[in-house]
């Protein structure tokens, strides 16, 4: 085995091992963004009779899907109302702003987020919410 040969050898091996490290790195980073991307927001607006929960999974790639239940009637005779929609959300400077396909379709529009404490927020746009926000946008 010559000099030559060793030499390019190792510049090969050296460059398969640089090359499989960035590829590591690379998936680390996308993962760390993913899971920075991904929040769910849990909070309540007023309703009709009363107030609605709701749920939202702010998705990476701009999706969101959300579940509300209205209790309606209290006591032995109350009831509720469950709805799900889906549909796209991004951030705005000091704003999220959704557009919902469904049965939100009358909350989609940009909400401004005002941060309480921790984890807590009230948003301010279409409807007013309070609730939870993790992680924080």
């Not at 091992?17 to 993962?31: F, I, L, M, P, S």
């Not at 009363?50 to 998705?59: A, C, Q, R, S, T």
Request: glycine share 14%; aromatic share 8%; proline share 4%.
């Amino acid at each position: 085995m010559t000099a030559q040969f060793r030499a390019r050898s190792w510049a090969m091996l050296l460059l398969l091992a640089a090359a499989d490290a960035g590829q590591a790195v690379a998936e680390q980073r996308q993962t760390a963004q993913a899971a920075a991307a991904s929040s769910e927001f849990r909070g309540a607006t007023r309703g009709r009779q009363g107030y609605v929960d709701h749920i939202w999974k702010l998705e990476t790639g701009g999706r969101i899907t959300g579940l509300s239940t209205e209790r309606r009637g209290g006591g032995l005779g109350g009831y509720s109302i469950d709805l799900s929609d889906t549909g796209r959300w991004q951030v705005r400077p000091n704003q999220l702003c959704i557009e919902w396909n469904g049965a939100f379709r009358p909350l989609s529009g940009c909400y401004s987020i005002l941060r309480q404490q921790g984890t807590h927020v009230r948003m301010e746009g279409p409807a007013s919410f309070e609730g939870t926000l993790d992680p924080p946008l």
